[in-house]
């Protein structure tokens, strides 16, 4: 499976997994009305954010000489995700992106322009807290004290 394509079937299936816990979609949804985020928009911006994240890890591994991009992200510890989406130099995640499809290439491009422009600053961070508050939040009904991608299922 392309690295890019699991980055974002994982970055989807966590999301599901945060909505599948009562009040989680709605609580994240009025979140980005309060910060006068459009929601559908939003909620693209976080998916790819997410992915990008996750896609970071990724390449970290295969750098140090993971061979199997499909075992290793089911293994991604969900706090190291959080890390790269919180800690991690922004302008890191947009490194050694493949050749994205038109619509991946869109939801990047807009996420270039939050972490670029001083005055989007804010909505990037937010969005960032937003993954941190998701990740915690599935990671804390999980039955594992350290979850991983597959716990999710």
């Keep these: 499976m392309d690295v890019w394509v699991a980055c974002v079937t994982w ?17 994240r949804l009025e979140r980005f009305r309060t910060w006068s ?12 954010l ?15 000489g993971e061979a199997d991009t499909g075992a290793l992200v089911r293994r991604l510890r969900l706090a190291e995700i959080e890390a790269a989406a919180t800690a991690r130099p922004s302008h890191e995640l947009l490194a050694g992106l493949p050749r994205l499809g038109e619509e991946d290439q869109l939801h990047v491009d807009a996420l270039r322009v939050l972490i670029y422009d001083d005055a989007s600053a804010l909505h990037l961070a937010r969005l960032s807290q937003m993954i941190r508050i998701s990740l915690m939040t599935i990671a804390a009904a999980l039955p594992s004290s350290d979850p991983i991608c597959a716990d999710i299922g």
Excluded at 50 to 64: E, G, Y
């Design 50 to 64: 997410l992915t990008l994240s996750i896609h970071a890890l990724v390449l970290d591994a295969v750098a140090q």
């Design 37 to 48: 985020m459009a929601p559908v928009t939003a909620e693209t911006l976080l998916k790819t």
């Design 11 to 27: 970055s989807e299936r966590i999301l599901r997994a945060v909505d599948r816990i009562p009040g989680e979609r709605r609580d």
